[in-house]
């Protein structure tokens, strides 16, 4: 299996092109990649045997992106202006000009480092999900992703951060509910909604 570079950016974008899938490590775990499209979205539930009732978060590369998929508030600004790019993943209402994303809801997370630079070569979003076969356990080394992920057409090489996934918080109802235990916890969510806003 291919072991990508940092420097193969132009590479891995011919490959989600052309709806392949690449193994990548984000600042919480492994991840799955694939371009935004119904093509490459089928591949990653074939890869992962995902249940097509579960759909697969988004990363975007900065919050003009987000905003095209996504409808937010001074709410969901603040906390992606402050925690994010970081592990969190925000739940909101799919932006109703957005045909590119099935469902009415949309699991938004944002790149930083050689992934945002991949998203801006890429001009667009990514599918992101974690790197295992569904209702297993993360994988945590490319041999481990090799065994349980063989359909993917390669792997980024680097660590991830956190080595735990990402908070999961649902903001499309009025309470803000955390789906997911993840390393940002409710009293740093709290804080920062009490807070000030940062400007975008």
């Known amino acids: 299996m291919r072991r990508f570079r940092n420097s193969d950016l132009t590479e891995m974008v011919r490959v989600l092109l052309n709806h392949g899938c690449i193994a990548v490590p984000t600042d919480?775990?492994?991840?799955?990649?694939?371009?935004?499209?119904?093509?490459?979205?089928?591949?990653?539930?074939e890869i992962k045997d995902r249940p097509k009732t579960k759909a697969?978060?988004?990363m975007c590369a900065d919050i003009g992106q987000l905003r095209e998929i996504a409808e937010t508030?001074?709410?969901?600004?603040?906390l992606i202006?402050?925690?994010?790019?970081g592990p969190?993943?925000?739940?909101?209402?799919?932006?109703?000009?957005?045909t590119c994303i099935h469902g009415e809801t949309v699991a938004v997370r944002m790149a930083d480092?050689?992934?945002?630079e991949l998203l801006d070569a890429l001009g667009g979003?990514?599918?992101?999900?974690?790197?295992?076969?569904?209702?297993?356990?993360?994988?945590?080394?490319?041999?481990?992703?090799?065994?349980?992920?063989?359909?993917?057409?390669?792997?980024?090489e680097g660590t991830p951060g956190y080595g735990k996934a990402s908070t999961i918080l649902d903001l499309t109802q009025k309470e803000i509910r955390i789906l997911r235990?993840?390393?940002?916890?409710?009293?740093?969510?709290s804080r920062t909604v009490k807070g000030e806003r940062r400007a975008l």
Request: proline fraction near 9%.
């Open 125 to 156: 979003p990514i599918y992101l999900t974690s790197a295992n076969h569904s209702g297993m356990p993360e994988c945590r080394t490319p041999e481990e992703i090799e065994r349980q992920c063989p359909g993917i057409d390669g792997i980024l």
């Open 113 to 116: 480092g050689v992934l945002k």
């Open 56 to 58: 697969f978060p988004v």
């Open 181 to 189: 235990e993840g390393p940002v916890g409710m009293e740093e969510i």
């Open 88 to 98: 969190l993943t925000v739940v909101l209402r799919k932006h109703p000009e957005c």
């Open 81 to 85: 202006g402050a925690l994010m790019p």
């Open 73 to 78: 508030d001074d709410r969901a600004e603040t």
């Open 28 to 45: 919480t775990v492994f991840g799955l990649c694939a371009a935004v499209n119904d093509e490459s979205r089928e591949k990653l539930y």
